[in-house]
Nanobody, 120 residues
Framework: QVQLVESGGGLVQPGGSLRLSCAAS????????MGWYRQAPGKERELVAA???????TYAGSVKGRFTIYRGNAKNTVYLQMNSLKPEDTAVYYC??????????????WGKGILVTVSS
């Protein structure tokens, strides 16, 4: 069974940094695009950043220049380095990946989400 597990969230002061990690596990044939979404209270889920298996990245305008997305050497992990955090970055962050399992069709998979709180 394919799953995504996030780690690294928590409470940080404005201006601080956090790094989120997400690891895919299970019977995986290949992983295409991986990314991070977030959902703040009362708002819709939005794309934060994504990276293709070829290394092409996309960022939301609100995080460009502050956040960096990258994949691990094993290609089944994705990281989100978040610097210069602002209170408006407070949200539940979700890992997303398009995965083709060994014995099924490819589809989007989601992690359970991890809370990031930016507050003094």
């Amino acid at each position: 069974q394919v799953q995504l597990v996030e780690s690294g969230g928590g409470l940080v002061q404005p201006g601080g940094s956090l790094r989120l990690s997400c690891a895919a596990s299970g019977s995986i044939f290949s992983i295409n695009t991986m990314g991070w979404y977030r959902q703040a209270p009362g708002k819709e889920r939005e794309l934060v950043a994504a990276i293709t298996d070829g290394g092409i990245t996309t960022y939301a305008g609100s995080v460009k220049g502050r956040f960096t997305i990258y994949r691990g050497n094993a290609k089944n992990t994705v990281y989100l380095q978040m610097n210069s955090l602002k209170p408006e970055d407070t949200a539940v962050y979700y890992c997303n990946a398009y995965i083709i399992p060994q014995t099924n069709y490819g589809r989007d998979y989601w992690g359970k989400g991890i809370l990031v709180t930016v507050s003094s």
